[in-house]
């Protein structure tokens, strides 16, 4: 197990090298003036070529690509202070540097990905799982119907529903906000309430149908229908021999949603006015702040492939035969 996790280690490395790469050829090296989009509209040429002085515009690219990847490991010094490593650069919009203003809005974020998947995991494999075995129950078709008209929805259709029945209308509770947990658990619990259970309604919905699906599939598997014909339990098979097996897809999906959320939930956030990673990278995008929006890039690069690595040992451990691949 220990070299299968080295090798998605090293792996990881050199994909993150090579992200680093190609992001910055495709903005610092691309055919924009980098140093114009620093200085903003009616800049004079003079400050123009101050700036690229500055930032280093007038170096070869190679070494503008080394002080890049370097200032990650090591840190790098700008006109207005130094960067400590992690160093994503400085933002053209707010003068921050890009690292910092990412962890500010970074909490934001890993709350509504940690709590959504725990409650979609939570309610929805539960729910699939028992669906499965009690299949053609009441509760079964309850299930399944449900998660069809659920899974139906979006979060900018179902977050407007929510925010004008519990917050507008009835006053039951308070605009979605996020405050640090440090400084009041409850707030921080009942601020994000509304937009994790939104977000977690829907991914419930459709983890619902996977497990469901997933588990009629194993228990249809020979070895299950060996057990079965040895005259083992219902319970005992369903736990022993085929809800391990039934994971495999479930945690594929998983490893794809969680990187898509940690990456930026961009229309969570932006459905309730949440300062996250998403909403960040449309600001970025919208003010032409490269800085800014290659850090998130970045940084959502490597939230993915460390999802990514976490989906391999799990894969490893349902199956051990992944760890020979």
Not at 12 to 23: C, E, K, N, R
Not at 57 to 78: E, H, K
Not at 161 to 179: F, K, N, Q
Request: charge should be neutral; charged fraction near 15%; aromatic fraction near 12%.
């Amino acid at each position: 197990m220990l070299q299968f996790i080295i090798r998605r280690l090293a792996g990881a490395v050199v994909t993150l090298f090579l992200i680093g790469a190609v992001t910055f050829f495709l903005f610092i090296a691309g055919p924009s003036d980098y140093a114009s989009l620093a200085c903003g509209r009616d800049c004079s040429p003079t400050r123009i070529a101050d700036i690229r002085e500055a930032l280093g515009l007038n170096l070869p690219v190679a070494t503008q690509f080394w002080q890049f990847m370097s200032g990650i490991v090591m840190g790098r010094d700008f006109p207005d202070g130094h960067c400590a490593a992690p160093c994503l650069g400085q933002s053209f919009y707010s003068g921050d540097m890009v690292w910092d203003t990412i962890m500010d809005r970074f909490p934001t974020t890993l709350t509504l990905t940690l709590g959504g998947t725990i409650c979609f995991l939570i309610f929805g494999v539960g729910a699939g799982m028992i669906s499965a075995y009690r299949r053609g129950s009441t509760l079964d078709k309850f299930a399944t119907g449900s998660s069809m008209v659920l899974s139906s929805f979006q979060i900018y259709f179902l977050g407007p529903i929510a925010l004008t029945v519990l917050v507008y209308s009835t006053g039951w509770m308070e605009d979605p906000r996020y405050v640090p947990i440090s400084e009041d658990p409850v707030a921080w619990f009942v601020g994000m309430s509304i937009p994790v259970v939104v977000m977690a309604t829907i991914f419930t919905a459709q983890y619902t149908r996977m497990a469901r699906a997933s588990m009629i599939e194993q228990l249809a598997e020979e070895h299950v229908r060996t057990a079965r014909a040895k005259g083992m339990t219902k319970k005992y098979v369903f736990f022993r021999y085929a809800w391990r097996g039934s994971l495999i897809p479930i945690v594929t999906v998983l490893g794809i949603d969680i990187s898509s959320m940690l990456g930026g939930a961009v229309v969570t956030e932006l459905t309730f006015s949440l300062q996250g990673i998403g909403r960040l990278a449309v600001n970025g995008a919208m003010t032409k702040d490269l800085p800014l929006t290659m850090g998130v890039m970045m940084f959502g690069a490597f939230f993915i492939l460390i999802v990514n690595i976490l989906t391999d040992i799990a894969y490893a451990w349902i199956d051990p035969r992944v760890r020979l691949s």
